[in-house]
């Protein structure tokens, strides 16, 4: 979820994050509608998750009782890439299959491992900016489902940030809900490509 000035700071709540004095949490509340819901509903299929420290909390408190919304949540593997926190964090504890990693390297092998047919399902990664900005830095993303909102805020974190590498992506699936959100599918497509226009 990204502003069109690529903003992805506290989109659910008020009270999500106010780092840096951010003052427009919950922004996505706005546009939420039929259509949006039943897209969201179909990227909530089963696969692992990797998430940050602080999506992970969020999402802890929230999911494990909402299977029903989405579905598998709970059986899936959910890695989180934290420096700070333990094995024996209760909610690390209380919501099963949780994995922390704490170095790139971990989120590398685990590619390695999904790419060469080990079991398992693809990894979707939700939220998570600052570990977001890492995978893209190192070239680890294969695929981006943006869902971008049509207003600015100006300030707040970005999805896109210094570090990003140069890349191409195809869209394979595209979106308008009736407020104006526009949800893109884009895959990994190789190396950036240049020339001139008119030649």
Do not use: C
């Not at 999506?55 to 989180?80: A, C, L, M």
């Not at 394979?172 to 008119?198: C, F, H, L």
């Amino acid at each position: 979820m990204i502003t069109l000035d690529g903003v992805m700071q506290a989109p659910g709540t008020p009270e999500e994050d106010r780092s840096g004095g951010f003052k427009y949490g919950g922004w996505v509340a706005p546009y939420f509608d039929e259509v949006y819901n039943k897209l969201m509903e179909k990227q909530m299929k089963p696969a692992d998750l990797l998430l940050g420290r602080k999506t992970f909390k969020i999402f802890s408190h929230y999911w494990p009782q909402r299977e029903n919304i989405w579905p598998g949540i709970n059986d899936v593997t959910k890695y989180v890439m934290t420096k700070t926190m333990k094995k024996s964090d209760p909610r690390v504890i209380g919501w099963k299959n949780s994995v922390l990693l704490k170095r790139l390297a971990d989120i590398k092998k685990i590619k390695s491992r999904k790419l060469s047919g080990s079991k398992g399902s693809d990894i979707q990664v939700h939220g998570s900016g600052e570990l977001i900005q890492l995978l893209i830095k190192n070239d680890l993303v294969d695929e981006l489902w943006l869902k971008i909102h049509p207003l600015t805020l100006g300030k707040g974190k970005k999805l896109f940030d210094n570090g990003t590498v140069p890349a191409a992506f195809t869209l394979v699936e595209s979106s308008v809900t009736p407020s104006g959100v526009i949800i893109a599918n884009y895959k990994r497509a190789g190396k950036v490509k240049t020339g001139t226009v008119g030649a």
